[in-house]
Every structure is written in C-alpha cells, then in structure tokens.
C-alpha cells in the first residue's frame, strides 16, 4: 500500500493510473466498519484509496476533537491487510491551505436543520468541505459511505448535487459487534460495563415509543439523550412513533461519549 501526505503527491500518482478509483474517507481508528467500506470498493474498483485525517471543522466540541482516537500505525496495518490501494493522510494545512476561516458554504437547507444538524451546529458544514476537498483531491468514480452515520449519506447526497459531482456515492450498511453496537471509533472510549449498556441503543429500536426508548437508555446510564426520532428516510422529517416504513435515528451520551445509531423499520 502506498501512503501520501499531500494532495500534490497524491494528485501526480493517481493521474499515472487508469480506471475506476473507489475512495473511502475516514477520521480513523478503523474497525470492522470501516474495513467493509474497503472490501466493497475493492469489489467495484480497480484502485482504492483510503484517507484518514480528523477533520477539525466538523467538531463542535473541542474536547470530543481532542480526545478522538487516534491508532494510525495500528490502521495502516489493517489497510494493508485488506488490500487497500492508498492511504492518504494530510495534515491540516494540506486540506486547510487557507485556514480555517472564510470556508465555503452548502445551502443544505432542511436536512441541516434536523437530528445531528441541530444538535451540532456547523457540523454538516464542516462534513461537506472536507469532502468536497477530499473529492477533489482523489477525483474517484465511486465513493464509499456508511449507514451508520444516516444523515451524513443524505447531506453528502445534496452536497454531490449542490457541486454537479458525478461521482458514485455507494451506501454500506452498519456494520455491528456480535451484541447488536455498532462498531464506532468513539466505542474504545467506553469501559466494559458501559458497552454493555449502550446495547440500550440496539434494543431500544423496538420500543413501543420514544419516551419509552428515551427511558430505557437513561435507565441504563445514559447521561443525555439528544433525541430518539422516527424519521422519513428521505427527507428525515418526524413521523408518528409506529408509521412504517420509518427510519429510528438515535444520539446519545454515555460516560462522556456521544453515540449515535439508526435502524430501518419496514
Ligand atoms: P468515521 O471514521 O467515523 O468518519 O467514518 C468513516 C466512514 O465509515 C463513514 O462513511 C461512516 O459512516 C463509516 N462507518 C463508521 N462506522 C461504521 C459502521 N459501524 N458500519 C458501517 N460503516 C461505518
């Protein structure tokens, strides 16, 4: 695998290859979850190109930033053994040449103002530049997403038709542990005893109403609950709690840790 720091050194490699580049963009600690991502560009493309880079303008909370894991000798090695074909992983000047000020702004409308949108303001903002920059920088035929972060693939959605990309944007379901968590970076934050609660979340998606999903995850020491919603899985407008088909998207706080998840409910 071969790894580089700079879009330019990335840039003048890529443009020697031909054929289709399938592009996986991760703020790393890579798990299981992320390693999907990579099988299935490796199944569509005939190169695969990972970055790993913690974007700093998408946090809205500096200590989440701060603490945010970082393994990165730990993470080549996985990529490595998956069979990626690049890694690139900038520093903050090679993304940000210009800082941090001033940056671009999506009209996102709605779908920013809804869940994550309002619980994290400017997160999406910070979401869109970054990939929009990453984008540019791999120009990849397809571009690999998770459904664990559901919203996220939605925004990236408008941001692809906001920007005339062509790109392929290719949705991957959740990947989870044996116990139903599903896998997240932020998850080697939690003790033993707080992964086992935070199964309240997996649970919970079959509540028989969010005040009684709320109280479960607070009953199995949840700090906050920043909100249990039944969704329009297109537009991510609320529903009544039992209208099928619906999309359950939770965000939660245990021990600190912010986690969020959803579920498809036909
Ligand atoms: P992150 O490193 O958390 O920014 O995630 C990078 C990509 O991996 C995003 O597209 C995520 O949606 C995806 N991802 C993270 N966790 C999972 C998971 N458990 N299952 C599937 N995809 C995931």
Redesign the pocket.
């Known amino acids: 695998m071969k790894q580089f720091l700079t879009q330019d050194a990335l840039k003048s490699y890529l443009q020697n290859k031909g054929g289709s580049i399938g592009f ?6 890579l ?1 299981e ?2 390693l ?2 990579i099988k299935a560009a490796k199944a569509q493309c005939e190169q695969v190109v990972c970055s790993i880079f913690v974007n700093p303008t998408q946090f809205n909370d500096p200590s989440d930033f701060e603490k945010y894991p970082k393994t990165l000798a730990n993470d080549i090695k996985l990529l490595t053994e998956t069979g990626c074909d690049i890694v690139y992983t900038p520093e903050v000047d090679d993304l940000y040449p210009s800082g941090m000020k001033n940056l671009p702004h999506y009209p996102l409308g709605r779908l920013e103002e809804l869940l994550e949108g309002a619980h994290r303001p400017g997160h999406f903002q910070g979401v869109c530049v970054v990939v929009d920059r990453l984008l540019q920088a791999v120009q990849p035929s397809h571009l ?6 559901f919203q ?1 693939i939605a925004i990236i959605r408008k941001m692809l038709e906001i920007t005339k990309s062509n790109v392929n944007l290719i949705e ?5 542990e044996s116990s139903g968590l ?4 932020r998850n080697s934050r939690l003790s033993a005893e707080q992964k086992t609660q935070a199964l309240a979340i997996f649970q919970g998606f079959n509540s028989p109403s969010a005040a009684a999903f709320e109280s479960a995850l607070v009953a199995n020491g949840f700090e906050t609950v920043d909100y249990v919603a039944c969704c329009d899985p297109i537009t991510l407008e609320n529903k009544p709690w039992d209208e099928r088909p619906c999309q359950i998207l939770v965000a939660a706080f245990i021990g600190g840790v912010r986690l969020i998840d959803n579920q498809f409910m036909p």
């Open positions: 996986v963009p991760t703020m790393g600690a798990h979850g992320h999907a991502l690999y997403m998770g459904q664990k972060d996220q991957c379901p959740t990947v989870r599903a896998m997240s970076s």
